[in-house]
């Protein structure tokens, strides 16, 4: 009778029958040593190995029983031979660093409270999806995202951000980085070479730009957002909803004159629907559709993990940009982007972003009521963090780890270093609702040591 609990395992072990018993063992303690072979997990049962390998069923038998005498393999009667704890690598490999113990508690921006995921509305949606979808859909997938995703998010982000988008210009990537990494090789294949950042703004999304092979210039950003007078370069990319870091809304006056610049934009809407004190701000594409590259994703509002992301473009650079993308040769899952879209069109994900901004609302509100007056905080208005300006960034750092509190401040982030000031980015989204209020703690603790006059 066949041995069902192994007869289908493969396993690797770099062994042939001419190097003999003993090379076999050691190939078995070295597959468990190396953690291949996981501790609790079944091994192939005598004769499926046998039959692998090529060699007699008593070689195998044996050469278990030796490794179950020291203490790698245990064997039971009537039940599969497993591998024990014995023996496997308890430490790193020296190449390989320890990385740092991960923080007890986080405000880290840019990140969504990630126990908040709709894991039953996701769920339902998928089951949904694996009902009604045809096989086609498990083969190459479309290059530039499902229709099914393009065409709902153009009637979501028509109704929610007022963004003029048609299925057939919106380009379905993988990630945010993945899609600047894409518009930026574009806007080099048509001889756009320099793109221009607010400053300051996130370092990484230069660096990703930097790479694609554009030179990266910074614009100086006040209380009303972007200084459009001083963009000099041919494309420049903003946060104008709320911008990032710093959390200013890009004035009416100013956005009128972004459009009418000349430069092409890239309106990077990353938490535009999260407004609490006033009406949305308008996505700045509706005013200049043509000129206007309108970026959007699901990290904020559902889980960065997701990578998915998008672009609404303008029709000169659909040709382009879908070029561009096809040669980078990154694909988000196409199951994944079928089930956004059948939240989008069932209305779980409006729900989920109405659930999430009542939460972060309050968040915000029972942090910035916590906070001593002496401190200077903006950015309040919207969005999934705020600054508080200090001039002591690495004693707040240094007190914050102390803590095991993970923080992020304003440094990296400006190009000009010559004018920076000092601030630290408290991303109130980030912690699980039952963590808050101790990680508002911990922050206030933190800040209460680093006395205002080290400031």
């Excluded at 066949?2 to 007869?7: I, K, L, N, Q």
């Excluded at 956005?255 to 610049?261: G, I, P, Q």
């Excluded at 102390?402 to 440094?411: C, F, I, M, N, T």
């Amino acid at each position: 009778m066949a041995d069902p609990w192994s007869s289908s395992l493969d396993v690797h072990l770099g062994w042939s029958p001419g190097e003999g018993r003993q090379s076999l063992a050691d190939a078995i303690r070295a597959a468990i040593r190396d953690g291949r072979w996981q501790p609790g997990a079944a091994v192939p049962s005598t004769r499926a190995l046998a039959h692998d390998l090529g060699i007699a069923r008593g070689t195998v038998t044996r050469v278990y029983a030796d490794l179950a005498a020291e203490g790698y393999l245990l064997t039971s009667q009537g039940a599969p031979t497993r591998v024990t704890t014995a023996g496997t690598r308890p430490h790193p490999s020296p190449s390989r660093p320890a990385t740092e113990p991960a923080s007890r508690w986080t405000l880290r921006p840019g990140q969504p409270d990630l126990s908040a995921f709709p894991r039953d509305a996701w769920s339902s949606a998928t089951r949904r999806v694996m009902q009604h979808a045809p096989g086609e859909v498990f083969g190459y997938s479309e290059p530039h995202g499902t229709l099914a995703l393009r065409e709902a998010l153009a009637r979501y982000l028509g109704r929610s951000r007022g963004v003029l988008a048609d299925p057939g210009r919106i380009l379905v990537c993988a990630g945010f980085t993945h899609a600047i990494s894409v518009l930026s090789r574009a806007l080099l294949d048509l001889g756009s070479a320099e793109l221009a950042f607010e400053d300051p703004s996130m370092w990484m999304f230069r660096d990703i730009a930097a790479a694609a092979g554009q030179r990266v210039v910074g614009v100086p950003v006040d209380d009303d957002g972007l200084q459009v007078s001083k963009v000099d370069s041919p494309a420049v990319m903003v946060t104008p909803a709320h911008h990032y870091p710093l959390g200013v809304t890009l004035a009416p006056s100013r956005r009128t004159a972004l459009v009418r610049s000349g430069a092409m934009i890239i309106e990077d809407d990353y938490d535009g629907e999260f407004r609490f004190d006033r009406q949305q701000v308008g996505a700045l594409q509706a005013l200049a559709p043509e000129r206007v590259v309108y970026a959007g994703t699901a990290s904020k509002t559902l889980a960065p993990a997701l990578r998915l992301s998008w672009l609404v473009l303008p029709a000169s650079l659909v040709d382009p940009v879908f070029a561009a993308m096809s040669a980078s040769g990154a694909r988000p899952s196409v199951v994944d982007q079928l089930v956004l879209a059948e939240l989008l069109e069932s209305g779980a994900y409006d729900q989920h972003v109405r659930r999430c901004r009542t939460e972060y609302r309050r968040r915000r509100d029972q942090l910035v009521a916590a906070l001593p007056e002496h401190l200077a905080v903006q950015g309040i208005s919207a969005g999934l963090q705020l600054v508080i300006r200090l001039g002591c960034e690495d004693e707040i750092l240094a007190e914050a780890r102390r803590r095991s509190l993970d923080l992020e401040v304003l440094g990296p982030h400006w190009i000009n270093q010559g004018d920076r000031e000092g601030g630290i980015i408290v991303g109130y989204a980030a912690p699980a609702k039952h963590a808050f209020s101790a990680t508002l703690a911990t922050l206030l603790a933190t800040l209460t040591e680093v006395t205002p006059g080290s400031c």
